[in-house]
């Protein structure tokens, strides 16, 4: 079974920066796409960053040069740094895990979900 832990979340100023981490477990961790997603109150949840099982990344383009995905599969973790954050980067953020090839933003690419990790940016 499949499970997500995320962590790193916190209240933070525009400007700052924040790393978050998922530990995953239950499963052959580096044969996963991973993903992390965002969801603001009253809005849907959206593709922030993804990872290949070869290392190849995706970003939506609100956080472009701002965040930066990355896997360590020796200890079954993913990361997203995020720097320069802005009070709309404000979310519930989520890691996602896929067993299926390739890399993507779309949530329904995947079916393994952890609890979350709330992030404030106050302005």
């Known amino acids: 079974q499949v499970q997500l832990v995320e962590s790193g979340g916190d209240s933070v100023q525009a400007g700052g920066s924040l790393r978050l981490s998922c530990a995953a477990s239950?499963?052959?961790?580096?044969?996963?796409?991973m993903g992390w997603f965002r969801q603001a109150p009253g809005k849907e949840r959206e593709g922030v960053a993804t990872?290949?099982?070869?290392?190849?990344?995706s970003y939506a383009d609100s956080v472009k040069g701002r965040f930066t995905i990355s896997r360590d599969n020796a200890k079954n973790t993913l990361y997203l740094q995020m720097n320069s954050l802005k009070p709309e980067d404000t979310a519930m953020y989520y890691c996602?895990?896929?067993?299926?090839?390739?890399?993507?933003?779309?949530?329904?690419?995947?079916?393994?979900w952890g609890q979350g990790t709330q992030v404030t940016v106050s302005s």
């Open positions: 996602a895990a896929s067993v299926r090839s390739g890399r993507s933003l779309w949530v329904g690419y995947y079916r393994s």
């Open positions: 239950g499963y052959t961790y580096n044969n996963y796409c």
């Open positions: 990872i290949d099982r070869d290392g190849y990344t």
